[in-house]
């Protein structure tokens, strides 16, 4: 990749709602192999693409010519842990989800630590809706009052998580679901514009503690972003700020922003200006400057702020690409905006 030079308590809520129709959990598949940690090695450079013979059937050689192109980066990876938030249209396409899952489990069978973070937007509009309880956005943040707030715990924690862990399961590999709440793993606390917003939160403090030893097992742990105060109020906090936050916490090799776009990119409306990896004070000077706004906004901090913490880099990268975990992770080339400190 070329480098570019060029937050009161919140307002009381009263739930007069009821909820007729809880949320079945999924029940995953029980686990069925375990990943030992691996020994760190370093990698080698490598620039050589590899084309596809003619034929619609790749020919063995081609397939092993794959392979050791990839020992490289495996070998720069192996051992390290990796941060991804899950989201966009990946969580929505079946093929995406498809992908996310089997690059996931390619990645802890060679070695890798990774760890998913989720959020589950569309699904919770969906539960939502069926209970005719309409959906508020201020700010691009859902207004989350406490009957809104059960609605959110029960689909990322009681749904969207336990289907992800199923599917991770089936796939070959180990997964755990986890919240913020569980092991005191996240402690929230309101945001400053907490009257308007309701039971939205930020992350206070991190305890990684119930994670080190699930991840040195070798299992995948899959993480809702809900948490809860230290009083013990849940809050709905955005899964790319607890994916930062996490990343910082466990000293992360690196942190993955799975997004509906292609990345950073140096004119807004020319879809080819894909920055490739840029640092932080170019970053910076492109929020200034204007060329980067609205949404990716707090992704371009949350990542800022994790590698201002020792992540070593952090990735926004295009979700709708087949398998774009893998061509971030293990290629020159990458899908998306790398940032380095």
Partial sequence: MATVTSNTPPKSFSSSSSISNPLKPLTPKPPSLRFP???N????????????????TPSPDYRFEILSESLPFIQKFRGKTIVVKYGGAAMTSPELKASVVSDLVLLACVGLRPILVHGGGPDINRY???????AEFRDGLRVTDATTMEIVSMVLVGKVNKNLVSLINAAGATAVGLSGHDGRLLTARPVPNSDQLGFVGEVARVDPSVLRPLVDSGYIPVIASVAADEAGQAYNINADTVAG???AALGAEKLILL????GILEDKEDVGSLVKEIDIKGVKRMIEDGKVGGGMIPKV???????????????IIDGRRQHSLLHEIMSDEGAGTMITG
């Fill in 128 to 134: 939502l809706k069926q209970l005719n309880i309409p």
């Fill in 301 to 315: 901090k949350c990542c800022i702020r994790s590698l201002a913490q020792g992540v070593k880099t952090a990735s």
């Fill in 41 to 56: 090695h370093h990698r080698l450079s490598i620039n050589a693409a590899v084309s596809p013979p003619p034929s619609d």
């Fill in 37 to 39: 940690p691996r020994n």
């Fill in 259 to 262: 997004t509906d776009v292609a």
């Fill in 245 to 247: 936050e996490l990343a």
